[in-house]
């Protein structure tokens, strides 16, 4: 599932692209997604694009009379493309524009194309925790979060809480912090949250720089690769040596999720 670094960097990749373009008209071949595509999505026409912004791990983009909101669950991702290509299968919305055409494939279809009006006191981001690269997600607002009896990685993964940290992401800053993932995050002490929040915002910061990370389904909307996955330190290293200190990665499954890490660096 793309997370906010995937989403982010399909921001940066496609705003030069899109932004003042006027979009012609669309193409859905399936409304069929999680939700179904927007009636004002199929209708819509002679619509220029304002801007192109993310919350948590949703690309709003911004029209003259509405926005756009898309949500790529498990396998989504958008194809920039400069000419008209046939689309293949898994291709359900083309937004037709003026120089080029933004094109939406989703082979399990558990994305989202949805129209709003306005975002303001949408339910949809209502609950929301903080942006994790914000100035007010500091270690003083993650301390006053944290009284929860739940597990550190699921905290950070807590969506209230703060926003797009996955289950790659989440492990790979619980080492970066020292921290092990399966400890009670009211127990963590000042100094391991300054940590903690320092390392979130530079391992996001990283993986949005390198492109994201691509296991399985995610991909630029160039349609190259992230890279990130060549920095990853301990997801998807199980019985492999720490590049740290030698000792061989643990993986271990927590409410259906795999958690990696080494039981020399992190306490």
């Not at 083309?94 to 055409?101: R, S, V």
């Amino acid at each position: 599932m793309p997370e906010l670094p995937e989403v982010e960097s399909c921001r940066i990749s496609i705003e030069p692209h899109l932004l003042n373009q006027k979009i012609n008209y669309t193409i859905v071949r399936n409304v069929n997604l999680r939700r179904p595509v927007s009636k004002e999505i199929i209708d819509l026409k002679n619509q220029f694009i304002l801007s192109i912004d993310r919350r948590a791990k949703y690309l709003l983009i911004r029209l003259t009379l509405g926005w756009i909101i898309i949500h790529f669950g498990m396998s989504g991702r958008l194809i920039l493309l400069s000419e008209y290509i046939p689309p293949e299968k898994h291709d359900h919305i083309d937004i037709i524009m003026q120089n080029n055409i933004l094109r939406y494939t989703d082979q399990r279809r558990f994305g989202i194309f949805l129209w709003v009006n306005d975002l303001s006191n949408n339910v949809l981001f209502n609950k929301l925790g903080l942006e994790p690269l914000s100035d007010e997600f500091n270690s003083e607002y993650l301390l006053k979060k944290l009284y929860l009896k739940k597990i550190i990685k699921q905290s950070i993964m807590d969506n209230k809480i703060v926003v797009g940290i996955g289950n790659i992401y989440a492990n790979e800053i619980l080492f970066s912090s020292g921290i092990l993932p399966l400890r009670r995050s009211q127990d963590l002490n000042d100094k391991e949250v300054k940590s903690l929040v320092s390392n979130i915002k530079l391992t996001l910061l990283k993986a949005i720089k390198h492109g994201g990370t691509t296991l399985r389904n995610f991909l630029q909307s160039n349609g190259k690769p992230g890279f990130f996955a060549n920095q990853l330190k301990v997801y998807g290293k199980f019985n492999e040596p720490c590049l740290s200190c030698g000792t061989k990665i643990i993986k271990e499954k927590h409410a259906s999720r795999s958690s990696y890490w080494c039981p020399t660096c992190q306490v």
